[in-house]
């Protein structure tokens, strides 16, 4: 069980579009996803919070214009990163937290690396 | 915010012990949580600790102690396959939908 998947695991795309990574609990409903950036040799830094139907909670620092969050169920969440620079290149990684769950019940996704051409 | 300290980098021998420390600061503290993560893979879990004392899983121990901010993971009887980040994330009950915020990591390497 807990089961967390992503698609795509990779892409690669062009600078300058866009593109959308989803973010799937396979086996339990996640009212909080949580969606994590990872650079090369670097830890996992925080982007956003996802709550299902409502607005995402940005970090500071990430541009909640060109990281656009859809959560709109409570097995699904969507990253879509627009106008995608080389800069953009990285390893993303998405958990999702158990509704009504022990705390340490926050599984993460296999990730996608997105490299921009 | 939070400072989650970890050392970067630590090397030991197949078959021995490892200790791994991990240094933190946060005004609602609300759980500490160990992860390992090979490279190119998503971060799987190894511990929570919310207490303070050593909590024993297998070959994997974790350690804490709110009173020093601080915790440390144990991995006995090292295996090859143990080569990987691990990971210290501190959970603060002051930040919106509870989030995790991760240390640097310890890229820990094994040697035969």
């Known amino acids: 069980g807990a089961v967390v998947s992503q698609h795509p695991s990779r892409v690669i795309c062009k600078s300058g579009t866009s593109v959308k990574i989803e973010c799937r609990s396979l086996d339990f409903q996640a009212t909080t996803m949580f969606w994590y950036r990872q650079f090369p040799k670097q830890s996992l830094m925080l982007m956003a919070t996802?709550?299902?139907?409502?607005?995402?909670?940005?970090e500071q620092g990430v541009e909640k214009d060109k990281f656009l969050i859809n959560h709109a169920s409570l097995t699904l969440s969507t990253l879509t990163v627009t106008s995608a620079h080389p800069e953009d290149s990285s390893f993303y990684i998405c958990?999702?937290?158990?509704?009504?769950?022990?705390?340490?019940?926050?599984?993460f996704g296999p990730g996608t690396r997105l490299t921009v051409t | 915010g939070q400072n989650i300290d970890q050392p970067t980098e630590m090397t030991a021998t197949e078959g021995a012990i490892v200790q791994i420390n991990c240094t933190y600061q946060t005004s609602g503290f609300n759980g500490l949580f160990w992860y390992q993560q090979h490279a190119g893979e998503a971060p799987t879990f190894l511990s929570y600790n919310v207490l303070d004392g050593l909590e024993e899983k297998g070959r994997f121990s974790s350690f804490l102690s709110r009173s020093k901010g601080y915790s440390y993971l144990l991995l006995k009887e090292l295996q090859m396959k143990d080569s990987a980040s691990y990971l210290c994330a501190v959970r603060d009950s002051n930040n919106a939908g509870n989030m995790l915020t991760f240390g640097g990591g310890t890229r820990l390497m094994v040697k035969p």
């Open positions: 996802s709550n299902e139907g409502s607005k995402a909670t940005y």
């Open positions: 958990s999702a937290r158990r509704t009504g769950g022990a705390p340490y019940e926050q599984y």
